[in-house]
């Protein structure tokens, strides 16, 4: 979880500098390219581990 708001953070800072326009953009597109991925497979592993818990409760 705290990985998911890290990268969430990471990812509006990255959308923050494409959005003012600052002076080296590399690093803009690298933050938000960068937090938009861990977002997407911290999400997909959180389904995972709920789905895996709910097959676990379902068998006691």
């Known amino acids: 979880m705290i990985g998911l708001i890290s990268n969430i953070i990471l990812f509006v800072f990255g959308i923050r500098g494409l959005l003012i326009n600052e002076p080296i953009p590399f690093a ?31 068998e006691i």
Do not use: H
């Open 28 to 58: 803009s597109y690298l933050f938000t390219i960068g937090g938009l991925i861990g977002i997407i497979a911290l999400l997909l592993e959180l389904k995972k581990k709920n789905a895996t818990e709910s097959r676990n409760s379902e």
